[in-house]
């Protein structure tokens, strides 16, 4: 049972590239979520999903996409990655939204130069 | 929305002490508090929850209390030790439907052996 996992650990990106980051649970989750963090800034949720097929905005959104793949796999997406957007980004998930504990996976640490 | 504030953002001690970690949150309508540890390099991770029909939990060193008049719920952690060194991270959302977790700055916590 290997919980949430997230590929890769690191990534260093140029300006105007892009990149998807992989999000995987075992656990059946209904929900699953995004996040980034950022020094003094705690955790900004990016985008969540609720349930398979669906998918909403957070705090932070712009300049992210996500797909829901199925109900194991949530994939977050930088279409043209800026510096601003050098940050630790979390995946977790949980069995439903609120009210429930949230599971981490290890995160990725991303750097755009 | 829900708002929660946490203080202290940076809390040093030694060896043995106790530490407490204060949030407030604004919703009068949450009620699952959820308290997280981030050892360096890792994922947040769960390590105490309260929800709103009990005023305090204890698990072993750690306990959480709840004021649902004033609003506030604390992280108390006795004979602290290094391994307690890490960041915590508050939150609050409400049981069923879809309310997403809110979650506090977090805290730096260092136990001095």
């Known amino acids: 049972n290997a919980g949430v996992t997230q590929t890769p650990k690191f990534q260093v990106l140029k300006t105007g590239q892009s990149m998807t980051l992989q999000c995987a649970q075992d656990?059946?989750?209904?929900?699953m979520y995004w996040y980034r963090q950022d020094p003094g800034m705690g955790l900004r949720l990016i985008y969540y999903?609720?349930?398979?097929?669906?998918?909403d905005k957070g705090e932070v959104p712009n300049g992210y996409n996500v797909s829901r793949l199925n109900k194991r796999e949530f994939s977050l997406r930088l279409e043209s990655a800026a510096p601003s957007q050098t940050s630790v980004y979390f995946c977790?998930?949980?069995?439903?939204?609120?009210?429930?504990?949230?599971?981490f996976g290890p995160g990725t640490r991303l750097t755009v130069t | 929305g829900e708002n929660v504030e946490q203080h202290p953002s940076t809390l040093s001690v030694q060896e043995g002490d106790s530490a407490v970690i204060k949030c407030t949150y604004s919703?009068?309508?949450?009620?699952?508090f959820p308290w997280y540890k981030q050892e360096l390099g890792k994922g947040p991770q769960l390590i105490i929850d309260?929800?709103?029909?009990?005023g305090e939990k204890k698990d072993q060193r750690i306990a959480v209390t709840l004021n649902k008049t004033a609003k506030h719920f604390s992280l108390h952690i006795t004979e602290t030790q290094p391994e307690d060194s890490a960041v915590y991270f508050c939150?609050?959302?409400?049981?069923?439907?879809?309310?997403?977790?809110?979650f506090g700055r977090g805290t730096s916590l260092i136990v001095h052996p």
């Open positions: 939150a609050a959302s409400i049981a069923g439907g879809s309310y997403i977790p809110t």
């Open positions: 919703d009068s309508a949450s009620n699952y």
């Open positions: 977790a998930s949980s069995p439903g939204t609120g009210g429930y504990e949230q599971y």
């Open positions: 999903s609720a349930s398979e097929g669906t998918t």
């Open positions: 309260i929800r709103s029909n009990v």
């Open positions: 656990m059946n989750h209904n929900s």
